[in-house]
């Protein structure tokens, strides 16, 4: 049975404000606001951390501070490269009234649009719908289902947390992350490792340098699976594969290599040292899949995410 969740999501406390009902954004998904005073644009990004995560110039003119008490730093491993961030307490008005709420910059840009990003999580608005085509009569609807925190955890209720899926993949736990500007559908080493082994998957091609988070590029093949991974209209058969990350993804089965040749047990990713956790392992849905879709519905309240697809 495949099980889904969301994760926690972290809501600005509103001060003197109740949210509204729904916020729906399309065309570019930039939303203005103020912060500490100041006009900005963030781009709504369903695979962007659920923090509002402003350039170093934005913080600049917001005149954001790491406070004493606090004051508190975070660092995103991307492969070998680690993205330091800062963060603050500020006040920002996303035109309902002004939110408390938490604020980071970061050494590298997570995008170059507009002055940053937002996770739909971390908008104050209870339900929050990711426009990205027109719907159409061929469209059907896959809830999953808010359970518990993903990875990694949120420490006093912030850090790299995401608005992201889960489903039971042979008894434990696959992360699916919503990726609409990004190319193409990915998978972390431990998730590709991991469905191979339950879908009879392949490894091709020569690893092309593709761009993860962040800036920073990563190796990738190309995996495909015998038997598609379905998330409800969605047939996930070929995919991206990070090879080299937490683990070591290469004991994939090579394509034109027999079946007989490779234990369908040792598909497997194994972390030097110690148990590798399972948490990590990432399913991010990229454009590729996410084109045949119309919308993606973050409800806080009921404990759902809605995708809705052709």
């Known amino acids: 049975m495949v099980r889904y969740a969301i994760a926690t999501l972290l809501v600005p406390v509103l001060i003197g404000a109740a949210p509204p009902v729904e916020r729906v954004v399309d065309g570019d998904h930039i939303v203005s606001l103020r912060i500490n005073g100041v006009a900005m644009r963030l781009r709504v ?22 406070g004493r008490r606090l004051g508190i730093g975070f660092g995103y491993g991307v492969g070998p490269v680690t993205v330091i961030s800062s963060t603050a307490v500020a006040r920002a008005d996303f035109g309902q009234g002004e939110v408390k709420t938490r604020v980071a910059w970061a050494s590298r840009p997570f995008s170059a649009v507009a002055d940053g ?68 559908t990915l998978a972390t080493a431990g998730a590709a490792a991991r469905l191979a082994k339950a879908y009879d998957g392949i490894l091709s091609g020569d690893p092309a340098s593709t761009d993860i988070a962040f800036g920073v590029a990563r190796p ?40 007989s040749r490779v234990d369908p047990d040792e598909v497997v990713v194994t972390a030097k040292g110690k148990k590798r956790d399972v948490r990590r392992d990432t399913l991010s849905i990229g454009a590729d899949l996410l084109g045949r879709c119309s919308s993606i519905v973050f409800d806080k ?4 995410i809605r995708l809705r697809c052709a």
């Open 117 to 184: 990003t937002i996770g739909p999580a971390a908008l104050p608005d209870t339900v929050v719908t990711v426009a990205l085509r027109a719907p159409n009569a061929n469209d059907r609807t896959v809830t999953l289902r808010y359970d518990q925190p993903g990875f990694p955890m949120t420490i006093f209720g912030i850090g790299w947390s995401y608005a992201t899926g889960e489903i039971d993949l042979d008894g434990q736990p696959l992360n699916i992350r919503f990726a609409p500007n990004a190319p193409r």
């Open 45 to 66: 990004d369903p695979a962007a951390p659920s923090i509002a995560l402003v350039t170093p110039e934005a913080a600049e003119r917001a005149h954001l501070r790491i």
């Open 301 to 304: 309240p009921a404990h759902q």
């Open 220 to 259: 990738v093949r190309t995996l495909t699976l015998a038997r598609p991974l379905m998330l409800g209209s969605l047939a996930i058969g070929t995919l991206g594969a990070r090879v080299s990350d937490d683990g070591n993804g290469m004991t994939i089965r090579e394509a034109g290599a027999p079946p």
